[in-house]
């Protein structure tokens, strides 16, 4: 809005605010929850080789299989095993490689070198979808895989 230079002083206050919250909105500042299609791509580059496009891993028509390998684990049914809540910390800690004892190197990488970069608060705790939830800084390109396999999962 231009505003003509008599009004400037009942209208500038309103422009300032206005100019301080899209600020807040600029793409640089991005700080929310990645979305599940940013993901996907990072899924489709990283991880659809072992667990397929579907992410159902071993029973997964596009997983490569080598008889001599761990088959990968289907990534569809995470909620299922864990009482149809959606493992956040675990799956993040497996794809990060932090915490890794279960998975050896050879059968996953760790991607949590160049998942690194900016980070965005997710709610880790079973709480998540509560306003009481503990906001945690998640590398955002983790998040937004996290945030993609969410959306696979079968009830
Ligand atoms: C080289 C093959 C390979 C690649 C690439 C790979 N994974 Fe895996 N992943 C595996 C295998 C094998 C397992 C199961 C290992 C086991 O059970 O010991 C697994 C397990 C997992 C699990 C644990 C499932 C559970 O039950 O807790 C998650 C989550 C996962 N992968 C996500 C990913 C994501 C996301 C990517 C891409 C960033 C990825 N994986 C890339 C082979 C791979």
Redesign the pocket.
């Known amino acids: 809005m231009i505003t003509k230079p008599k009004m400037q002083s009942r209208v500038k206050p309103t422009v300032l605010l206005t100019a301080l919250v899209l600020s807040a909105c600029a793409p640089e500042k991005d700080v929310a929850m990645p979305e599940a299609r940013e993901g996907a791509m ?2 489709a580059e ?2 659809a ?3 397929g496009t579907d992410g159902r ?1 071993a029973a997964s028509e596009t997983a490569v299989i080598r008889n001599d ?5 289907d ?1 569809t049914v ?1 909620a299922q ?1 864990n009482d149809g809540v959606f ?1 956040r910390q ?2 993040l800690a ?2 990060d490689g932090y915490n890794r004892q ?3 190197r050879d ?3 760790e ?1 949590g070198g160049f ?1 690194g970069g900016d980070t965005v608060p997710v709610a880790l705790t079973d709480d998540a979808l509560t306003d009481e939830a503990q906001l945690t800084p998640v590398p955002r390109r983790l998040a937004a ?1 996290m945030a993609y ?1 969410e959306t696979l999962q079968t009830p």
């Not at 390998?69 to 684990?73: C, E, K, L, M």
């Open positions: 990072l899924f990283n991880c080789m072992c667990h891993g390998v761990t088959p990968a684990a990534l995470l095993g493992p675990r799956v497996t794809i279960t998975i050896a059968r996953m990488p991607f998942l895989l396999l």
